[in-house]
């Protein structure tokens, strides 16, 4: 079962930032198109890497101070955080194929 837990301005640093394992956010919007073909994919990512990496969306309509931080300026974007920082280590901006994804986060994770 996908785990990829909804996150906000509220929670963002507790549970991303702060959290015990590295997270890839995903910031994304309900209209936005490759947003809903790019989720099913982080789906099955969250699967394949459970108790490795916290998986979380973050709806850029419902919740701009993140997204304003990160310079978030198109979506999907995808940023990967490391325990304990709050600069990504990772950023995939755009739909990417499950490979390149799964590529980009073992890089940024070695």
Do not use: H, Q
């Amino acid at each position: 079962m996908a785990d990829v837990r909804e996150t906000s301005d509220a929670t963002f640093t507790t549970e991303v930032v702060n959290g015990d394992l590295p997270a890839l956010v995903d910031f994304w919007a309900p209209w936005c198109g490759p947003c809903r073909m790019v989720a099913p994919i982080v789906g099955e990512l969250s699967e394949e890497y459970a108790g490795k990496i916290n998986f979380f969306k973050l709806n850029t309509d419902e919740n701009a101070n993140v997204p304003s931080k990160y310079g978030i300026r198109s979506i999907p974007s995808l940023l990967l955080f490391k325990p304990g920082d709050d600069k990504p280590v990772a950023t995939i901006v755009g739909f990417r194929p499950k490979g390149d994804l799964k590529k980009r986060i073992d890089e940024a994770l070695a």
